[in-house]
């Protein structure tokens, strides 16, 4: 008999450990965020816009070509002496980020503004 008390005994204490656990509050996994994955911006587009001597304002559409074209553009450009060429990175941007106006070429700014800016913010937006 002595043994059915342990027995008994020992349910008891198993059922008041269960109830014991389950009163006390759940606790919650950490929620781990997958990684997030980085978007391209290949084809991504931005609008400048060069305000003219006149008073009008031109505007030119960028697109980023993607990093392969963006390095052939600078690696290009590159002189011997390791500065950049001007000329070279203003004829091919234009041919491979500038969009619209489609064509543009050095010559454009024979008669209008912003070749610098122009050029300035290219090399910002494939930065």
Do not use: C, W
């Amino acid at each position: 008999m002595e043994d059915y008390i342990m027995a008994e005994e020992a349910q008891v204490q198993a059922v008041e450990q269960v109830a014991a656990v389950e009163a006390q509050p759940a606790v919650q996994a950490p929620v781990v965020e997958a990684p997030k994955k980085k978007v391209s911006r290949f084809g991504e587009q931005k609008v400048i816009e060069i305000k003219q001597e006149d008073g009008s304002v031109e505007k030119f559409t960028l697109q980023y070509p993607g990093i392969r074209a963006v390095l052939d553009i600078y690696d290009n450009a590159q002189m011997a002496n390791g500065n950049l060429s001007r000329t070279a990175f203003a004829d091919q941007a234009f041919a491979e980020v500038v969009v619209d106006p489609v064509k543009l070429d050095l010559d454009y700014f024979d008669e209008h503004d912003g070749f610098n800016e122009l050029l300035d913010q290219i090399a910002e937006f494939l930065a």
